[in-house]
């Protein structure tokens, strides 16, 4: 292994597509893949919406070990931004890469970007790869 890759995952095609580079990027620099997956809670996800979002983790695992990828998940659901538990972990893990998805925007919403996003890009201590999911 030479290294840890972290990539931010939500269930959305966005979110498949960071997992999908994230997993060829592994492959490229024979490296362990961390999927983090965040949630707020704190009355922001039902009981139901929290299962699901953990079912989708678990698909995106196990797409991934299908592919040949050596992987760990972190779940969070403690009220942090989810682009902080994304550092967080990429920090604990000495990632040498984080993969994030990101989704097409307006003219006027080019001007601004998710919070996530921008939060991760702006103070991450690796390279940040953002991807988006075809057309």
Known sequence: MSGTIVVGFVDSSEGRAAVDAAVEEC?????????????????????????????????ARGESVARGI?????????????????????????AILIVIGVRRRSPVGKLLMGSNSQTILLNAECPVLAVKPPA
């Open 70 to 94: 050596e992987v760990d998940v972190q779940e969070f659901v403690r009220g942090n931004d989810p682009g902080q538990d994304v550092l967080a972990v990429a920090e604990e893990r000495d």
């Open 27 to 59: 492959r490229l620099r024979q490296a362990k893949l961390v999927l983090v997956s965040s949630a707020r809670g704190g009355g922001h996800e039902d009981a139901d919406e929290l299962r699901l979002m953990s079912s989708a983790v678990e698909r």
